[in-house]
């Protein structure tokens, strides 16, 4: 939830009519964005171990790093809560909804659309995203794992992990606005279907996939590789 309300807020406070931030541009989107994910890491962390996201969730149970028997209850409670997220964001910028009569820029406040609509090479770029992700997510843990008597630098793993998502958007998200992240996706626009937005224009269920299953097949080839690459011991 905590995700979504940052994530999809900033990108609100660019794309609609006479926010503050109105057209401050991809930078800013993709800061917020990292942000939004620092935040809701630290806020979970040391009660999931900060899963904001089904394809990380999947891409540990792959490699042994994360109970197979979790993965439902996960999954529903990441859709779940960035459904949730996006209905606050929805609210916070109510005024803004009627004013904006972009109902692309309205749809891109929830979910990700692609600068150039390929479906089938959208999801390679997505793939490739969540691959570089959970490559990330692995690697940072082992740096730090390095000195365990360093609690500072535990600590400081859900600011490289935003350091991180605000690198992949910067670098990768151009494309496809970087979904990297099905439940990011799936919930938000769930949300643009239910919800009473006038003027707000088809939800775009058409390529609703693309964000789903790119980052799933990413999250899990990006941890394989990780083990491969490196070696991890199973949790459980």
Excluded: C
């Amino acid at each position: 939830m905590l995700l979504i309300i940052l994530g999809d807020g900033v990108v609100a406070n660019v794309l609609l009519h006479r926010s503050k931030g109105q057209n401050s541009g991809w930078i800013v989107i993709t800061a917020g964005w990292g942000l939004a994910v620092m935040v809701g890491a630290y806020s979970v962390g040391a009660i999931s171990g900060a899963h904001l996201n089904p394809a990380v969730t999947l891409g540990l149970a792959s490699v042994g790093q994360f109970d197979w028997a979790a993965v439902p209850a996960y999954i529903i409670a990441q859709i779940a809560g960035a459904f949730v997220g996006a209905v606050v964001v929805w609210l916070a910028y109510l005024p803004h909804w009627e004013i904006t009569e972009d109902k692309a820029a309205k749809l891109g406040v929830f979910s990700t659309i692609p600068a150039v609509r390929k479906p089938f090479l959208n999801m390679i770029t997505e793939a490739i995203g969540t691959f570089v992700l959970l490559v990330g997510v692995l690697a940072i843990p082992s740096v730090q794992n390095l000195n365990p008597s360093h609690g500072f630098a535990r600590g400081f793993g859900p600011f490289l992990v935003g350091l991180l998502v605000f690198s992949i958007g910067l670098s990768l998200g151009g494309s496809t606005g970087y979904a990297i992240n099905p439940a990011r996706d799936f919930g938000p626009r769930l949300a643009h279907f239910l919800l009473p937005i006038r003027g707000k224009g088809d939800s775009d269920w058409n390529y609703a996939w693309v964000p789903f299953v790119g980052p799933i097949i990413g999250g899990v080839a990006g941890a394989l590789f990780y083990r491969w690459l490196w070696g991890i011991s199973p949790t459980n």
